[in-house]
């Protein structure tokens, strides 16, 4: 993509316009759906409620798979959380394409971004290891996190905190970044070799659409798979 994001400055601090808008956009859509899906609910589900309740319990499954059952009431609202905006955010990018003055985009994923990507990385990474000192007291962390099974493989366990916090960010990045990208180049191609190709750019792009926004879910899915599992070594006492 070659288009430029909106910037402002508040005095020396520069701000990404175009990801803060699409990140508020993101939350405001599931805070909308979740709050408009939960509104008259009934014993018997159908509808609206039947999708809000299988997404609660898709979630719900990957925490008890990962951690364990008790674990359940106290991570299910926080993985829903970010399972609800991964997807969306993962998808937002595919819906349109706002540009301004032909070169300033105003709409793209916000996961699109490798800072936000990086962020939501290292926002997972702080949550793991503060609920690891908030059940087991920091030297039992300390302890659980490093020194087992063996103390002489802390060192291999503090490179894997950064290596893990590097590919659960950038794996999300470059699949959501890449999708837009080649999204952008079919479009191209559908309408700068003349009429006759236009056809099948419209065919063309309407499959890799499809194709993303599975690969979107898909990602949204494995970040939740990666969180659940580094949670489990920081909460859970490693044998």
């Known amino acids: 993509m070659d288009e430029k994001t909106w910037v402002f400055h508040l005095g020396p601090v520069v701000f990404d316009g175009t990801i803060l808008l699409m990140c508020l956009l993101t939350v405001i859509i599931v805070f909308g759906l979740v709050f408009w899906a ?16 299988w997404v609660i319990d898709f979630v719900s499954n990957i925490v008890k798979d990962n951690l364990s059952p008790k674990e359940l009431p106290v991570f299910q609202l926080f993985m829903f959380t970010v399972f609800s905006f991964l997807t969306v955010s993962n998808n937002l990018g595919l819906v349109t394409k706002v540009v301004v003055g032909g070169e300033v985009s105003l709409w793209k994923s916000p996961t699109a971004d490798a800072v936000v990507a990086l ?24 302890v659980n996190s490093f020194l087992r099974p063996v103390p002489f493989i802390a060192p291999m366990k503090i490179i894997e905190e950064f290596t893990n916090l590097l590919t659960l960010g950038l794996r999300l990045y470059g699949n959501i970044f890449a999708g837009e990208v080649l ?41 939740i798979i990666l969180t659940n599992s580094y949670l489990s070594h920081k909460i859970l006492v490693e044998h």
């Open 38 to 53: 939960s509104r008259g609910l009934k014993l018997k589900p159908k509808g609206k409620q039947n999708v809000l309740e």
């Open 119 to 142: 962020t939501l990385s290292l926002i997972i990474a702080l949550f793991c290891n503060y609920m690891g000192v908030k059940r087991f007291g920091f030297k039992g962390y300390l």
């Open 183 to 223: 999204l952008g180049f079919i479009c191209k191609f559908g309408t700068s070799h003349g009429p006759f190709l236009v056809p099948f750019g419209i065919f063309l792009e309407m499959l890799w659409t499809g194709f993303s926004i599975f690969i979107s879910c898909i990602q949204a899915y494995i970040f």
